[in-house]
């Protein structure tokens, strides 16, 4: 199954929804990550998480986990966190956002206890139009060289599609999105993305910095000289028809190494209404 067959799914299922005019702005979510984070400085981590959570959010430790079951499960999580988002998209109708960025865990007061990586999260609008977090998945790298691009962009209205009667219609089509991607992965890694990547795409990878960009991101993949086998979990979709995500398990392989991995990808819609990986972040199993 090839993504023309998925462009003709993704027009067959735009027909009939009448959109508000005033798209929602980026901000918003980039509000909420800073509300966030002071939440996190005065109630503390686990608090904070529980705040904010959906119900249905979920983290990885390292199986898929409601966050309202992980975080009351565990006693008070010592320690500082910060973290700043870089990367930032919302759905036209404000139901759907992300972002990423770096941060800064401390536990202690020593420089030297200091844990560097990237965050991705995933954010839902709940009844009443206020974002509640849905995912959150990270990873640890050394301290940044160089300070991450900064790149918000607002939904951009021409690209929101209508909605399908059928109300799993738009879930499917994500699904079936991913599974096909993660199917050609086992065919060809540097082909697969090449046909899916963004232009805009971020790849976020234990042990590196941010790589931003199709060409960068190309050339890691070639250099490291992965495979990469995955299984789709779970996937959502905004109402405006413009973002998405998908979540999973993987395992990649490099030489003789094979390593688990869970990962989360951001699909957004493009000009000629294809989904393609904004964003991808894949989070090491730590072997128990």
């Not at 991101?217 to 979990?233: C, D, P, V, W």
Request: aromatic residues 10%.
């Amino acid at each position: 199954m090839k993504r023309s067959i998925l462009v003709t799914a993704v027009l067959i299922s735009c027909h009939g929804l009448v959109f508000a005019q005033t798209a929602a702005k980026v901000s918003e979510v980039v509000n909420a990550e800073q509300a966030f984070n002071r939440l996190v400085e005065r109630k503390g981590i686990k608090e904070a998480f529980l705040t904010v959570a959906d119900p249905e959010g979920v983290v990885f430790r390292p199986q898929v986990v409601k966050i309202t079951d992980f975080y009351n499960s565990i006693d008070k999580q010592p320690g500082s966190l910060t973290w700043q988002p870089k990367f930032a998209r919302i759905s036209a109708n404000g139901d759907l956002a992300f972002s990423s960025g770096p941060y800064v865990y401390q536990n202690g007061k020593d420089d030297t206890d200091k844990v560097f990586g990237d965050y991705v999260s995933v954010w839902r609008a709940d009844q009443d139009g206020k974002l509640k977090l849905l995912i959150d998945l990270g990873i640890q790298h050394p301290e940044p060289e160089k300070e991450e691009l900064t790149d918000f962009k607002e939904p951009d209205t021409t690209k929101r599609g209508t909605a399908s009667k059928d109300p799993f219609n738009g879930k499917n089509i994500i699904m079936n999105t991913d599974k096909v991607f993660n199917h050609e992965l086992t065919v060809s890694v540097l082909a697969s993305y090449k046909e899916f990547l963004s232009p805009e795409g971020r790849y976020y990878f234990p042990g590196f910095e941010t790589i931003a960009g199709t060409d960068k991101i190309m050339q890691f993949l070639a250099n490291e000289g992965i495979t990469i086998s995955a299984k789709t979990l779970d996937v959502g979709r905004s109402t405006s028809g413009d973002l998405a995500y998908s979540y999973g398990t993987a395992r990649i392989k490099k030489g003789d190494i094979v390593s688990d991995f869970n990962y989360v990808r951001i699909w957004e819609i493009d000009g000629n209404h294809k989904w393609d990986i904004l964003l991808e972040v894949f989070s090491a199993v730590e072997q128990q």
